[in-house]
Each structure stands twice: as structure tokens, then as C-alpha cells.
């Protein structure tokens, strides 16, 4: 066997499997960085991405309670309005409280135009 190794096929044959075995051995090594290496780079953007999905949900967040609170300030300035011209409807005389005149339907109308907003 000792001879088959050192005629020169056998020298040729461990040569190349020497060389398949370097060539094997720096394709696992490589393989192996390289799959690190896109993982380390698949966790930044995934965080990266997290970090902009949360931006943008504090965002909208930040929107929707600022429409919210418009609309209950408007919601107010209009029941104030509706109980200013309740009080003031009160204060007339029994026998006018029921009629309206024309400055209490522009009241109306304009109370109506303030809610269809």
C-alpha cells in the first residue's frame, strides 16, 4: 500500500485529494461566515424596519387623539350653543316660547351647519 502511495500516481492522487480537501474545508468556512454574516445583516433591518413601523404608529396614534380632542371641543362648543339658546328660549314669556321668530331659525340653521361639519 506504501507503494501505491509513493509511485507517481499516488503522489498525483494525494495531492489531489489534499487540494479536495482544502478546497471543501474553505467552502465550509465560508459558508458558515457568510450565513453569520447575512443573519447579522437580516437582524439589522429587521429591527431597522421595527424601529419605522413604530414611528409611524406613534404617528397615527399622535393624529387620531388630536382629531379626537377637535372633535370633542367641537362637540362642546356646540352643546354650549345648544344650551345658551335653550336658556334664552326660557327666558321668554310662556305665551312666546313656542313660536319661533326668524333670528331663532338663523340660530338653528347655524347650529345645524356648525354640527355637519
Known amino acids: 500500500m506504501i507503494?501505491?502511495?509513493?509511485?507517481?500516481?499516488?503522489?498525483?492522487?494525494?495531492?489531489?485529494?489534499?487540494v479536495l480537501g482544502l478546497l471543501g474545508g474553505t467552502y465550509a468556512i465560508g459558508r458558515r461566515h457568510?450565513?453569520?454574516?447575512?443573519?447579522?445583516?437580516?437582524?439589522?433591518?429587521m429591527a431597522a424596519e421595527?424601529?419605522?413601523?413604530?414611528?409611524v404608529r406613534a404617528k397615527a396614534l399622535d393624529a387620531a387623539v388630536s382629531r379626537e380632542l377637535a372633535r370633542a371641543a367641537e362637540a362642546k362648543s356646540l352643546q354650549s350653543?345648544?344650551?345658551?339658546?335653550?336658556?334664552?328660549?326660557?327666558?321668554?314669556?310662556?305665551?312666546s316660547r313656542c313660536t319661533l321668530s326668524s333670528a331663532d331659525a338663523a340660530s338653528l340653521r347655524k347650529l345645524q351647519g356648525d354640527a355637519a361639519r
Open 3 to 18: 507503494a501505491a502511495l509513493l509511485s507517481p500516481i499516488g503522489r498525483w492522487a494525494v495531492a489531489a485529494l489534499i
Open 34 to 45: 457568510g450565513a453569520a454574516a447575512a443573519s447579522a445583516k437580516w437582524q439589522v433591518a
Open 50 to 55: 421595527q424601529t419605522r413601523q413604530a414611528a
Open 81 to 95: 350653543q345648544v344650551e345658551s339658546y335653550e336658556t334664552q328660549l326660557a327666558s321668554r314669556p310662556a305665551d
